[in-house]
């Protein structure tokens, strides 16, 4: 067969070979770093997943309510679903559990089918789940056009907020209605029932949440919100509805597996809701995973992620769990406190048992507005509001994708969302592979490699104190970069100096050029120094035309990492040479 060959940073070798299945292929991750867990590396895992653990606890209460199920079910599916995820998965970094993009669907299979339901939808999620790994589908999940995602992710986010209207106000509304414009109609006659008390615990748990970051990013804003409206409560004279009062005592242990009855019956209706779990599983996995290599250099399996993922929706409901992906903030909490091996996540997953065993009897005391203010925020960050607007000015076909889900994913149903979401990126994909001439562009982003097979990876060199390098992975999933923005959010402290890697982006659109600029302006409110490394011909063009070149800086810019880094030294004063610009033979050959 004939081999494609591309020039990366001066380095010449095969683009990509396609074997049929291999052993190392479906190899977790944590196999392949034991040589890494050396006692040192170990501790500072550990020390991570206790971090991610305490920051996890009330998001996983949280979701869990507002899927419809007790909140028990939510510290389940982060304690077995999280240790699976993290011990077979094809990231070092990856963290596993609830998160909000499955709250619309899950609600909506409970209210439908019941819990029984919502167990049989999450095993055959998980079932099409391990298909697409071993079937070697992960690396088409990042052809999926990012209009596609964002509108039904901005749709989830306006839908979880709807829900959560209730009890943030302690409105008196026994029954809400499921659609959208039900809901808000129903407010809106029930608006003279707002309870003050129960306003007034939300908006404190709401005010804590926004503004602890500013006291400390150490201890999450909202567990302290958590403890602070439960005290509250506890000791005021507020009667505001509880955990307690609404689903009563919070079991301290975790069941023991028990198989749900099978209906063929329900089975068949259960095919499309147990697919859309399983697609918006594998893009929220994928996406983290994505993002957590750009922040430490690292490169994930996505097929072996897959297959883990699978695993974990097949296993975690015999245990009364919820579905589980991996969760993005959860997974940038894990990098930013030390974390670079699946043992993080497998401690993480530890500490939320302990929890439970030790202090799940407290839980019941915590105020649903309390829990209400947490949503809010979760909808918040889904929404990617700055990234919508961006997407607004983009190509008018774009345009109308993303505006498409987004209303039919807000006013009618996910799952159809889902559908038309899914051929909408048939036919756009079709269109871009149709203007695109470069095949080695599409073998390279088709493989999945391991980062051992990469003898260019930021792992080998070594990067000084105060200098981050994220690299983003391919032009078709520059979105990525928006969810990189976020992660950044949750850094302590910003980085001196943050080297952005670019050399797998032959590419680069509107999009990502706003991205891009928002990541400049974002650098110099924080005084950090950026540098762009790995630069191909087309990207340097497009920031002359756009005008980042010079905001950037010539002297910023780079054809190679090692450059990049004696830059970065040099700014930091640990070394001082005289080196020319080195671009890539790549963008020499073109720039001729």
């Known amino acids: 067969m004939q081999k494609h060959y591309i020039e990366i940073e001066g380095c010449r070798g095969p683009l990509v070979h396609f074997p049929f299945l291999t052993l190392t292929m479906f190899k977790p991750k944590l196999f392949s770093i034991l040589p890494e867990l050396t006692p040192d590396r170990i501790m500072k895992d550990v020390v991570a997943g206790i971090m991610v653990g305490i920051v996890a606890l009330p998001l996983a209460i949280a979701f869990a309510i507002a899927s419809g199920v007790s909140p028990e079910k939510g510290l389940i599916t982060a304690v077995v679903g999280g240790f699976l995820v993290s011990f077979l998965g094809g990231s070092r970094v990856q963290i596993g559990g609830p998160t909000g993009a499955f709250i619309v669907i899950l609600y909506g299979i409970v209210q439908q089918y019941g819990v ?15 298909i697409m790994g071993f079937a070697q589908f992960g690396s088409l999940i990042k052809f999926i056009p990012y209009p596609v995602i964002v509108g039904f992710t901005s749709g989830i986010a306006v839908i979880i907020f709807s829900s959560q209207v209730k009890d943030f106000f302690g409105l008196d509304i026994a029954v809400v209605p499921a659609d959208f414009i039900g809901k808000w109609t129903a407010y809106a006659h029930n608006l003279p029932t707002l309870d003050l008390s129960s306003f007034m615990i939300g908006a404190i748990a709401l005010l804590i949440i926004v503004f602890w970051p500013k006291v400390s990013r150490k201890i999450p804003g909202s567990l302290v919100a958590i403890i602070v409206t439960t005290l509250m409560v506890c000791y005021l004279p507020l009667d505001v509805a509880t955990i307690a009062s609404r689903f009563g005592e919070i079991p301290s242990t975790i069941p023991a597996p028990s198989l749900p009855s099978f209906d063929f019956a329900t089975i068949q209706h259960l095919i499309m809701p147990a697919t859309t779990i399983a697609l918006l599983g594998a893009i929220e996995a994928l996406l983290s995973a994505v993002v957590a290599d750009g922040m430490i250099g690292s490169r994930h399996k996505s097929n072996m992620e897959l297959i883990a993922q699978g695993a974990a929706n097949i296993i975690t409901p015999l245990f009364g769990g919820i579905p589980v992906t991996g969760a993005i903030a959860r997974t940038a909490t894990n990098v930013k406190n030390g974390g670079r091996t699946p043992v993080a996540g497998m401690v993480h997953a530890i500490t939320l048992l302990l929890i439970m065993l030790l202090f799940g009897k407290w839980a019941k005391l915590i105020p649903m507005p309390a829990l209400a203010a947490i949503l809010i925020v979760v909808a918040w960050n889904m929404s990617e509001v700055k990234v919508f607007r961006q997407l607004l000015k983009s ?22 969302a889902i559908e038309i979401g899914m051929l909408l990126a048939v036919i756009l994909f079709m269109q871009r592979m149709a203007q695109l001439s470069n095949v080695g562009v599409i073998t390279n982003e088709l493989t999945d490699r391991d980062e051992e097979d990469d003898p260019n990876t930021i792992v080998t060199r070594k990067v000084p104190d105060g200098v981050e390098v994220f690299e983003i992975s391919g032009p078709f999933f520059f979105g990525a970069a928006s969810k990189f923005r976020e992660a950044m959010d949750i850094v302590e402290k910003a980085p001196k100096i943050r080297i952005i890697r670019m050399r797998s982006v032959l590419s680069i659109d509107a999009t990502g050029l706003n991205m891009m600029k928002g990541l400049l302006k974002d650098c110099k409110k924080n005084d ?61 050959r073109e720039m001729q």
Do not use: C, W
Not at 396 to 416: E, H, P
Not at 531 to 544: D, E, K, N, R
């Open 395 to 416: 190509p008018r076909s774009d345009v109308i994708v993303l505006l498409t889900t987004f209303g039919l994913t807000v006013v009618f149903d996910l799952t159809l």
């Open 528 to 588: 950090t120094r950026l540098i762009l490394s790995g630069v191909h011909a087309q990207p340097l063009f497009a920031l002359q035309q756009y005008g980042l070149y010079d905001e950037i800086g010539e002297e910023n810019i780079f054809g190679n990492i090692d450059d990049a880094l004696d830059h970065a030294r040099e700014i930091l004063g640990l070394a001082k040479t005289g080196r020319q610009k080195n671009f890539t033979p790549t963008v020499q």
């Open 116 to 130: 029984n339901g919502l167990v049989l939808a999450t095993i055959m999620s998980g079932v099409i789940l391990m």
